[in-house]
């Protein structure tokens, strides 16, 4: 079987940037005319989207970001992009998806003697992969300094030498010390590991990148790897969808008054959340994330609350933050309420979980702004939809939750998915709920939306931006990453020759 050339871009760290950079590099070779797939052994996060199972009838889950990353190639998502996805849902537990599927959960001990037996899951997928496309761009996971939890690595350098994929290490300047991330990595990585490495990248530089000389020098003399480049803060990345919460990490204050604020209570396991991303590129919309501790801004004209991977532990959380009566007072002076998935079913009058699928809580009431109730049930729902308004207007999104809503103000659905109500809308109009993900990404619709509160909306298509985002990312990549040496790199595999280790100055 032939090799398909493959390239593996692991960090020094989480949240380095790895993702945007296969992102545009997946643009970047794809306006090059070749066949670009995008994969990423294993992922955590609880933003995740639906894709598309190879040889089955149906779709499964995947990280957002690989489904971004697919975007970038212009072809299709399949769960083969990101075979293991873990979905955060207590400090200590995840739900672990494999190929799609959910196989059921486990604690980060547990995990950890469990991943070794999905390495071959995984080597398959990339298979797959590897035989449709020109080129394989692999996304690690964290950082192969992570030696404690080498054995039986599948993110990272498992991944690589059991597929023999060359690595380029990228190190964050923004973040500082990155020569010591990357020369610390050098030291402590295994000869084997080591081995694999054929460079490093400098991400997200600000000024002069001439100052950096030394420092790039510095990193060779100590490492014997050479530089790919230095690449500098791409602003367009910020018209992307974030990869996970930690994005919401670095909230920046608000800025200037706009005409529209949006609060949005931070969850703890909050899902999905680049729902909101289109309203975010809205001129003239505040997105106000109101962390715990901090009160719903009694300024907001909507708050929007927004998936969670935990429905019954997120409730909890949301009254011990005293966010209940804030809503409450919100919706008495004639603020509007949007519920998405399972800020949907919070906003009706109990969430039942009769099997525990969440955890020990069998029952909890809900915010009682809609008249519905949700039952969990252990059949996961996760579909491409095709959407429409109640008359018929086009939509787009996907759905994945657990559990089925029902009550009366479901007389008045907010969308239909393949010809079906979905949603609920109270009597006065102004707290909504939907299952539908994707919906503000709906340019019609979000305008009309926006029209509600007397905004005319922008006439900018929210996913043409993202497509511009892309390019101007691929372009700025081309002029700054030496592209023509990171595709021979790719070309030649372990089978190309790797820098010798220097002696220790």
Known sequence: MKRTPAIMLQGTGSDVGKTVLVAGLCRLFARRGLSVRPFKPQNMSNNAAVAAIPGADGFG????????????CGTKPTVDMNPVLLKPQSETGSQVVVRGKVVGEAKGRDYQRLKAGLLQTVLESYARLSAEADLVIVEGAGSPGEINLRAGDIANMGF????????????DIDRGGVIASLVGTHAILPEEDRAMIAGFLINKFRGDVSL?????????????????????HLAAAARLPAEDSVALERLSAPGAQKALTVAVPLLGRIANFDDLDPLKAEPDVEVAFVRPGERLPADAALVLIPGSKSTIGDLAGFRANGWDRDLLAHHARGGHVVGLCGGYQMLGRTVRDPDGIEGPVREAEGLGLLDVETVMEPQKTVREAKATTPDGAPLEGYEIHLGRTFGPDCARPVCLLDGQPDGAISADGRVSGTYLHGLFGADSWRRAFLARFGLTGSTAGYRAGVEAALDEIAAQLERVVDVDRLLAVAREGTSGISPASPPRP
């Open 61 to 72: 889950e995947i990280g957002r970001a690989q489904w971004l990353q697919a975007l970038a």
């Open 212 to 232: 950096f000389d030394d420092g790039l020098s510095a990193i060779t003399r100590f490492t014997g790897w050479p530089s790919f480049g230095v690449v500098p």
């Open 160 to 171: 690589a030498t059991a597929a023999g994929v060359k690595v380029i290490l990228v190190g």
